[in-house]
């Protein structure tokens, strides 16, 4: 069965304090993996696409990286303002159904 | 470009009732899901309209339904209401596989 576990739940970091969340996954024929921000009361906010092994993107302060079996976000110097949950979702197969993990609720403190 | 629109925001529905909710995409997209978020559940794949025909579902029962008209828009009816439908209910627009969401409409049932 097709699975994805995001640790930690929640994260508290001082501003300044980088860090990494994980998203390890468990898929046939994976056709991309996806990390969104969701903040409260809002739909989740599209960040980045992966679609291979030994893949990178970068925005701002967030790095994605992707390896056979899990992602990681890493978050480098971050601000209150990145303060949020942070989803990871993977998509196979032929269709655009996501499968998501449960989150990280990621706190930054000044 | 204008990003992808849900109505009503909020909805406060007793049980037994039934409710539609609707989903603009972001012009140009054809494929239209849907996703149910809770607390304990979090986001959970209800299903995913394709040129007017759906193309996956979730493991919803039969009281969730949805169409998608030819201009892309689409909506979603839940019939026979229950408590534990209350829920923040997500559209998603793609068009390459990249899902873009909307703000959610807030579902409350009493």
């Known amino acids: 069965e097709d699975q994805v576990t995001q640790s930690p739940e929640a994260l508290r970091l001082q501003e300044g304090e980088s860090s990494s969340l994980n998203c390890s996954y468990t898929?046939?024929?994976?056709?991309?993996l996806f990390w969104y921000r969701q903040d409260p009361g809002k739909g989740p906010e599209f960040l980045f696409t992966?679609?291979?092994a030994g893949e990178e993107k970068e925005k701002e302060r967030l790095k994605a990286t992707l390896t056979k079996k899990e992602s990681f976000l890493h978050i480098t110097a971050p601000k209150p303002e990145d303060s949020a949950t942070y989803l990871c979702?993977?998509?196979?197969?032929?269709?655009?159904?996501?499968?998501f993990g449960t989150g990280t609720r990621l706190q930054v403190f000044p | 470009k204008a990003g992808v629109t849900q109505t009503p925001r909020y909805l406060i529905k007793t049980r037994g009732q039934q409710v539609t909710l609707s989903c603009s995409p972001i012009?140009?997209?054809?494929?239209v899901s849907w996703y149910q978020q809770t607390p304990g559940q979090g986001l959970q794949f209800l299903f995913e309209?394709?040129?007017?025909?759906?193309?996956n579902k979730g493991n919803f029962p039969g009281r969730f339904s949805g169409r998608q008209f030819s201009n892309s828009r689409s909506e979603m009816n839940v019939s026979t209401l229950e408590l534990g439908d209350s829920a923040l209910y997500l559209c998603?627009?793609?068009?390459?596989?990249?899902?873009?969401f909307g703000p959610g409409t807030r579902l409350t049932v009493t």
């Open positions: 998603a627009s793609s068009l390459d596989g990249e899902q873009y």
């Open positions: 898929v046939s024929g994976l056709r991309g």
């Open positions: 992966l679609y291979s």
């Open positions: 979702a993977v998509q196979a197969g032929n269709t655009d159904k996501l499968i």
């Open positions: 012009s140009g997209h054809r494929s």
């Open positions: 309209y394709f040129s007017e025909t759906q193309r």
